[in-house]
């Protein structure tokens, strides 16, 4: 029989919860039950989940030495 880790962390009023996987890292899940991110880091995974349900409020994305050569234009 398999053995289950029942350590699940719910966080923001049951928003969304976190638990470690059977592979040592850690995932969280929004209150429907459909993933949101997996990392290494439980702090990390938290922080992530919050931006996903929050619409990335938190977060930039910044792009630099975007070049183009060649027959991609075409």
Same mark, same amino acid.
């Given at each position: 029989?398999?053995?289950?880790?029942?350590?699940?962390?719910?966080?923001?009023?049951?928003?969304?919860?976190?638990?470690?996987?059977?592979?040592?890292?850690?995932?969280?899940?929004?209150?429907?039950?459909?993933?949101?991110?997996?990392? %290494?880091?439980?702090?990390? *995974?938290?922080?992530?989940?919050?931006?996903? %349900?929050?619409?990335?409020?938190?977060?930039?994305?910044?792009?630099?030495? *975007?070049?183009?050569?060649?027959?991609?234009?075409?």
């Amino acid at each position: 029989m398999t053995n289950f880790n029942t350590d699940i962390e719910t966080f923001d009023d049951s928003a969304f919860s976190v638990f470690k996987t059977r592979w040592g890292t850690y995932a969280a899940r929004d209150a429907d039950g459909k993933g949101l991110c997996s990392g %290494l880091d439980r702090d990390s *995974v938290i922080f992530w989940a919050r931006e996903h %349900l929050n619409g990335f409020a938190n977060s930039t994305a910044h792009t630099r030495n *975007v070049t183009m050569k060649g027959d991609m234009l075409k």
